[in-house]
């Protein structure tokens, strides 16, 4: 199982982007997935979470009603459109597929919010 994000970049506040996260090797339809971030200097957060039929989904209460998680299994692919960007969401993020026997982490995308 392997995890590929992107979409990353840099925005200026209250700018937008989608991330993504491809997941190869195996079907996402076995994975609940989950964004998290970590800032400089600070501890890696979760950001949302979603599960696996796609039926579900929990925030941050910091990025919620601005971030919207979705998945498209057909595509094993994991969006995260990130709308009215702030200055304290800049951070490398990245997605994390969960089962009951596995946790894979992706090599991670930087976002930076900044004028």
């Known amino acids: 199982l392997q995890l590929v994000e992107s979409g990353g970049g840099l925005v200026q506040p209250g700018g937008s982007l989608r991330l993504s996260c491809v997941v190869s090797?195996?079907?996402?339809?076995?994975?609940?997935i989950g964004w998290f971030r970590q800032a400089p200097g600070k501890e890696r957060e979760g950001v949302a979470c979603?599960?696996?039929?796609?039926?579900?989904?929990n925030y941050a209460d910091s990025v919620k009603g601005r971030f919207t998680l979705s998945r498209d299994n057909a595509k094993n692919t994991v969006y995260l459109q990130m709308n009215s960007l702030k200055p304290e969401d800049t951070g490398v993020y990245y997605c994390?597929?969960?089962?009951?026997?596995?946790?894979?982490w992706g090599q991670g995308t930087q976002v930076t919010v900044s004028s």
């Open positions: 979603i599960s696996r039929s796609g039926g579900g989904s």
């Open positions: 994390n597929a969960v089962s009951l026997a596995t946790s894979r």
């Open positions: 090797g195996e079907s996402l339809d076995y994975y609940a």
